[in-house]
């Protein structure tokens, strides 16, 4: 298994975990779950490849949940992945 399908499981199992409860507001949860996933950090150091690769999960899951807004940085492979499932006739162009 890659650190990317590792570190998507664990964020997946975390935010299943903790669902919005009723009445509470969006940032509210936002806090809450990214709270958690700071605390269940599955990985010996929080510093090298893991660590990043566990960064730029978090965020794509977090975006998924419709807490954050922004996606990871350009040309990350997360955002080539969200491209390819938005527009799946680009990638045929030539």
Known sequence: MSWATISREVLLEIAAANP????????????????AFADDY?????????????CRERTVVLHDLGIV???P???SRA????????????????
Do not use: C, M
Request: hydrophobic fraction near 35%.
């Open 79 to 94: 955002i080539a992945e969200l491209a390819a499932k938005s527009h799946p006739g680009q990638t045929t162009l030539f």
């Open 42 to 54: 599955p990985f010996a150091q929080r510093s090298g490849f893991a660590y990043k690769v566990w």
């Open 69 to 71: 807004k922004t996606l």
């Open 73 to 75: 940085k350009k040309g």
């Open 20 to 35: 919005q409860q009723q009445g509470e507001s969006l940032e509210g949860w936002g806090k809450r779950v990214k709270r």
